[in-house]
Every structure is written in structure tokens, then in C-alpha cells.
């Protein structure tokens, strides 16, 4: 179950600082491209509109979420489990060996004492990365983190819209090449996942939520880094109608998952492609899981 935040934290006024305000208006959401996963229901394309709203420049970073847990007395639910998911390359030998592997996706471990402070478990520390994307948070913790700053987590749709850069149907989120130039856009695996990583892009986990630049609204990083919760209930069954501020199912079992992560490769899983998407379990965490916050527009419909 959620932990409710405290009330002293709901009254907090949104603090709007750092944040972009998008036009809104129509756009073509979803691809119909044959790269990408039809299980995923990343089709049809359709029509969405939007009304304005604001957005987060950057995802949530570890100095932002402690300064709500220090606020608020928050605690994450991976602290209350008393464990959560790390990429077993980044363990020490002793404790990859004694922490359980997923059998379908072995390189995932499951780490006691691994939280948003102790990102690879017992002994790791925040030093050094005051400024990379908070992990280790639910979809529980992002919600409760975005009622106390008094945003809300996107829509699936907000979240492409602004992903996207006001440009319609382009692959990523700069463009239709990955490495335009040479030059690296996203923070993502590259080599032989999931045994090597020749680091091209400078990172072998997190990197600063700034790392890299941003779109053409602004936003940094919205493709790789840090896979980002959306408000949505998943689903794969989509209108083809024009969808006027659309907030996906009113119920489900997991919630939809956007941008990819420094996990991703071509190999098997490309979804730092602006259309591709995913989902996880409400109450599911791991070492490549953060989010971003949206804000209504004064004077604008809300869009959820």
C-alpha cells in the first residue's frame, strides 16, 4: 500500500522553478514503425490533443528526492521491503554471489539494503552523484514525491508530447540517427549487453540528470539514464479516435514505464525510440527507475 504523505507536506505550494511550459495542441502519438515491439503497443498511431502544461527540465535527482524525504519523513517502499533491484555487473563478487538472480533476466539481482541511498546495496553511497536521477523509486514513491511538490506525474501522453520536441513522428528524440556526427544523445549501453560495456557515451550507470542535450522544448535526457513512470494504467489496446487529454485506463495492474535507460541496447531492448514503452508493477523499484513531474498550466484544463 502507498505510505500517505503527511499532511503538513500536501499543503506545500508547487514550486515551478525549473520547469518548461509546452503549447499543447494536436499531435500524432505512437508509431507504426516495424523496429519497434507490437507486443508493447507502441500503434497505432492516432491523434492526441493537449491542453498546455509545464514539465520538469530534468528527471528528479537524489538532492531533489532527499530534500522531500527530509521534509516529509518519507520512506520509500524498497527501504520497507528491505531490498530491491541492481544490475548484477555493479555488485562486488561476494554479494552478486549470495543475492538472487531473476531467471528471465539474470543480470538483474535482488540486493538487500539496496534504496535510493544505497544504490548498489550495503556500502554504496549517493557521493558523487548529488545531481543523477533519484532510483530505487516506485511509482508509489514518485506519486507521493510529486503530491508533496505539488505537480503530478505526466500522462503517457504528455510524456511523448514532450519527448518528442515538437517534432511529429521523428525516432528519437533529437532526430532519426542515433549517434548523429558521432556524437552521443542518450545514455545507453553500448558493446555486447549484457556482458560488455565499452562506456562510449562516457557512463556506465546514471548519469547527471544534464548530461546530455536537451530537445528542441528543452527537456534533458528524455530518452535513456533512467526509465520514467507515467500516471497511466498500462494497456495496449489503443482508440484510434482523436483522444482530447487522454489519461489512460481507469484501472489496471501495472503502470506504463517511458524513455529506456542505460540498460538499453539494440540487441533487446531499443526502447529509447520516442514511441517505444513498457510497464512495471506499482510497487516495483530498481537501480534504473526514476521519474519527472508535470504541472497544470493556471487557467488551462487539467489534463488528467
Known sequence: MPQPVPLVARARVSDRTGMVQLPGGTFRMGTDDSSGFAADGEGPIREVELDPFLID??????????????????????????????????LASELRRI?????????????????????????????????????????????????????RLPTEAQWEYAARGGHEQRRYSWGEELTPGGAHMANIWQGRFPVKNTLDDG??????????????????NMAGNVWEWCADWWTTDHDTAVQ???PGPSTGSAKVMRGGSYLCHESYCNRYR???????????????????????????????
Not at 533519484?134 to 514513491?141: A, I, K, R, Y
Not at 557512463?203 to 534533458?220: E, I, K, S, W
Not at 527507475?289 to 488528467?304: E, K, M, N, P, Y
Open 57 to 90: 527540465r530534468f528527471a528528479v535527482s537524489n538532492d531533489d528526492f532527499a530534500a522531500f524525504v527530509e521534509a516529509s519523513g518519507y520512506v520509500t517502499e524498497a527501504e520497507r521491503y528491505g531490498w530491491s533491484y541492481v544490475f548484477a555487473g555493479f
Open 99 to 151: 543475492s538472487p538472480r531473476l531467471e528471465a533476466t539474470p543480470w538483474w539481482a535482488g540486493v538487500e539494503g539496496a534504496q535510493w541511498r544505497s544504490p548498489e546495496g550495503p556500502g554504496s553511497t549517493l557521493q558523487g552523484r548529488a545531481d543523477h536521477p533519484v532510483v530505487h523509486v516506485s511509482w508509489d514513491d514518485a506519486q507521493a514525491y510529486a503530491q508533496w511538490a505539488g505537480k
Open 203 to 220: 557512463f556506465a550507470g546514471t548519469a547527471p540528470v544534464d548530461a546530455f542535450p536537451p530537445n528542441d522544448y528543452r527537456l534533458h
Open 244 to 246: 482530447q487529454n487522454p
Open 274 to 304: 520516442v514511441a517505444a514503452r513498457t510497464s512495471n508493477t506499482i510497487g516495483s523499484a530498481g537501480g534504473n527507475l526514476g521519474f519527472r513531474c508535470v504541472a497544470d498550466v493556471f487557467g488551462s484544463q487539467r489534463a488528467t
